[in-house]
């Protein structure tokens, strides 16, 4: 039993790192999908107040077509970011007198403080204890806006500063600016217990290769996938290289004939191997 997990766990990281040798073609055509800042639909909403660009908001309990600012306690209510109406390629306004327009995923720019250290590239943004306000994500929040682009060390580019209590009542001094954020809100795969399952150093493995999370139901999937496609590549390679073998045993003369066949067995196998591979990773990318 303890051979079969740890042959497993060998084979799931097996899976996720030879996906990550395909992740960088599809990464290349997601960076330049998100380069800009006119990458979505800006939906507007009313609200009860003004709302600042860059604020984190969800929608009200009550009306949906509503937002307000989203709190720590509710993090996993984040809906989405307030921008300008110029910001976005498109926008859908109301006649409300007060309103404002969210993003639910692009990139742009999320106001953040250092509550929880400096954010820096690659940090997943989840909302502090400050209303609407991000932070560097950590273990404790269960939902993340997105991941840093850019980088806030609390001393440049200093746009407010706040006192803040800790749990043993001290008080932090916290400096807010902005960064900028690919949205994409899913459940934070740094949160302990979140992986649904997902064993934490693999789910860690796949946010670094594949930039999100993964469930089980993709993991299981991808694992049965590609243990197939590999079964199938080795069960070809063996008989037909086996096959070649004796027959060039039996017959030298016919040696290059069977050798072209072997190479076209070797060929194919390649390919199942390489679509096994594709299909494994766009399951895993969903």
């Known amino acids: 039993m303890l051979k079969y ?34 990458q979505t639909v800006a939906q507007s909403y009313t609200t009860t107040k003004p709302l600042q660009q860059g604020l984190i908001v969800q929608l009200d309990d009550k009306d949906k077509n509503k937002v307000t600012t989203v709190t720590y306690k509710n993090a996993k209510k984040t809906y989405g970011v307030v921008v300008a109406a110029s910001a976005a390629a498109v926008t859908l306004s109301s006649d409300a007198a007060q309103q404002a327009y969210v993003v639910t995923s692009g990139r742009y720019n999320v106001l953040v403080s ?29 939902t993340v806006l997105g991941r840093a682009v850019t980088a806030f060390n609390g001393k440049s580019n200093v746009i407010s500063t706040t006192t803040l209590k800790d749990s043993s009542g001290k008080q932090l001094k916290v400096t807010m600016g902005m960064v900028a954020v690919d949205v994409a809100i899913v459940p934070s795969p740094l949160h302990t217990g ?41 069960s070809l390679l063996y008989s037909g290289i086996q096959t070649s073998m004796t027959a060039i045993g039996r017959n030298p003369l016919a040696r290059q004939s069977i050798m072209r066949n072997m190479i076209q067995v070797i060929i194919a196998s390649v390919l199942i191997f390489i679509g096994c591979l594709v299909a494994v990773y766009l399951i895993l990318k969903i």
């Open 114 to 142: 250092n509550q929880n250290g400096e954010v820096d590239v690659g940090d997943f943004v989840s909302v502090s204890a400050i209303d609407g306000i991000g932070m560097k994500a950590d273990s404790d929040v269960d």
């Open 194 to 234: 979140a992986d649904g399952g997902v064993p934490q150093f693999v789910q860690k493995l796949a946010v670094s290769l594949l930039g999100q999370p993964i469930n089980p139901v993709q993991l299981y999937i991808s694992v049965a996938l590609f243990l197939l496609g590999a079964g199938t590549v080795v």
């Open 5 to 38: 997990k740890r042959w497993s766990r060998v084979l799931v990281v097996t899976l996720l790192v030879v996906c990550g040798s395909i992740a960088p073609a599809a990464a290349a055509t997601d960076t330049k999908a998100d380069s800009g800042s006119l």
